[in-house]
C-alpha cells in the first residue's frame, strides 16, 4: 500500500499548468486520502473545467497507476488565492465556435419532465440515426450528474487534448463529449448550479466540433439549472419531449414542454419511448405502460407525435460493444431512422 508521503513525491514530478511549479511546491494539493487500492485527491487550480485540468488529471490518474493504485478519485476546486499565468482563452481567434452568429448548426435538446423514461436512449439513438442519414452529428451528454451516454455507445477512449482545445469522441459518425471523460472510475459529480453552467459553457467554447449540422444535448430530467442554462445560452435551441405512455409521466414530462415555450424554444415535438411491447412470437402489442400517454402530451402542448418506440433490447456485439444502440435494421432502429427523417425534415 501506497504511504502519504510516496503519493507526495509522485505528484511532485507533476506541475500545475497555471503555477509553472510542481503541484506540491504551489500547494494545489487540497486534500488526500488513501485507502487499500484507492487515492482520493482534492486539487486546487487557479482555473477550472479547461483543457489543462482535463491533461492533469490524465497525467495524475497515469502517475498513481502505474504506481499500483487501483482507483483514483479526483476533485477540483477554484484557488482564489492565486492568479493563474497563462490560462488559455475561452476561445481562439478565428477559432470556429458552435455558438457565433453566423454558425449553420441545428441544436436539439432533448428533454423529460422525470428520469426513468429512456430520454439518453433516445438521444444516443436519434443522434446515430441523423449520422446514418448523412447528417454530421456532435452529441453533448448534458445530464451532468447522471452522465451514461460513453457507457450506452461502448465508448472506451478519452477525448484528445491538442494544445488549447479538446477533440470529441467519434463513435458511430457522432462526435461526443460528456461529464463522464472529466471523472474517474464513475464518481459522483458533486456540484452546485454556476459550476454545471460553467461547464456546459466549455463544452460549446473549448471542443474542437468542427462544421456540424446538428449539435443533440441530452438534458437531466426536469427544470434545473442545466435545462436553464441552456435556455440562456441557446436562445434558438429546438427541443424534442421524451415520455412514456404513463399518464404520471406524461404530465410531469408537460413541465418540461411548457418550459421550453415560455422561453421561446420550439418543441419539435413528442417522443413516446417504452409504448408497448410486441411479442415476436404472436405480433401482438402488450401495452405495459399504459397507452396514449404521449399523444395526450403532444395534444396538449399542440405539436406532433414523432414517434412511438417500443420496449425492446439491441443485440448485444462483444467485438463491438454499444449496449444502447439500435441497428439501423432492427425494428427499432427503423423507427429511429424514421424520426430523424421526419427531424430533417423540420428543420430545413
Known amino acids: 500500500m501506497l504511504t502519504e508521503e510516496k503519493v507526495i513525491e509522485l505528484l511532485s514530478s507533476i506541475q500545475d499548468p497555471y503555477l509553472h511549479k510542481s503541484m506540491v511546491d504551489s500547494g494545489s494539493i487540497r486534500e488526500l486520502k488513501i485507502k487499500e487500492g484507492y487515492v ?6 487557479a482555473n477550472t473545467g479547461t483543457p489543462e485540468q482535463m491533461q492533469l488529471q490524465q497525467q495524475i490518474v497515469q502517475v498513481l497507476k502505474n504506481a499500483g493504485v487501483e482507483s483514483v478519485g479526483l476533485r477540483f476546486e477554484k484557488r482564489e488565492d492565486v492568479q493563474a499565468e ?16 453566423n454558425s449553420k448548426t441545428e441544436f436539439i435538446a432533448i428533454a423529460s419532465g422525470k428520469g426513468g423514461v429512456g430520454k439518453s436512449t433516445v438521444s444516443v439513438n436519434m443522434a446515430v440515426a441523423l449520422a446514418r442519414l448523412g447528417k454530421k452529428v456532435g452529441l453533448i451528454d448534458a445530464d451532468i450528474y447522471g452522465f451514461s451516454v460513453p457507457d450506452m455507445m461502448g465508448i472506451t477512449e478519452r477525448p484528445k487534448v491538442k494544445g488549447d482545445r479538446i477533440f ?11 461529464m ?12 452546485r448550479g454556476p459550476m454545471l453552467g460553467k461547464m456546459l459553457m466549455n463544452f460549446f467554447s473549448e471542443v474542437e466540433w468542427g462544421d456540424l449540422d446538428y449539435v443533440l444535448l441530452d438534458l437531466p430530467p426536469g427544470t434545473g439549472d442545466v435545462a436553464l442554462d441552456v435556455h440562456k445560452m441557446l436562445p434558438k435551441c429546438k427541443e424534442v419531449i421524451v415520455t412514456t405512455p404513463h399518464a404520471t409521466a406524461a404530465f410531469v414530462a408537460a413541465r418540461a414542454g411548457t418550459m421550453a415555450i415560455k422561453t421561446n424554444h420550439e418543441v419539435l415535438g413528442i417522443i413516446e419511448n417504452m409504448a408497448y411491447f410486441q411479442s415476436e412470437a404472436s405480433g401482438e402489442k402488450e401495452y405495459v405502460f399504459g397507452k396514449d400517454g404521449g399523444k395526450r402530451l403532444a395534444d396538449e402542448l ?9 420496449l425492446g433490447q439491441p443485440e448485444i456485439k462483444e467485438d463491438d460493444f454499444a449496449p444502447s444502440v439500435y441497428e439501423q435494421t432492427h425494428p427499432i432502429g427503423e423507427h429511429y431512422i424514421h424520426i430523424a427523417k421526419t427531424i430533417i425534415e423540420k428543420t430545413k
Open 302 to 310: 399542440n405539436v406532433p407525435l414523432l414517434g412511438q418506440i417500443p
Open 168 to 178: 470529441p469522441v467519434d463513435r458511430f459518425g457522432v462526435k461526443v463529449i460528456s
Open 40 to 45: 482520493g485527491l482534492k486539487i486546487g487550480l
Open 180 to 191: 463522464a471523460f472529466f471523472v474517474e472510475d464513475n464518481a459522483p459529480v458533486i456540484w
Open 86 to 101: 497563462g490560462q488559455s482563452q475561452q476561445q481562439q481567434p478565428g477559432a470556429p465556435t458552435l455558438l457565433s452568429e
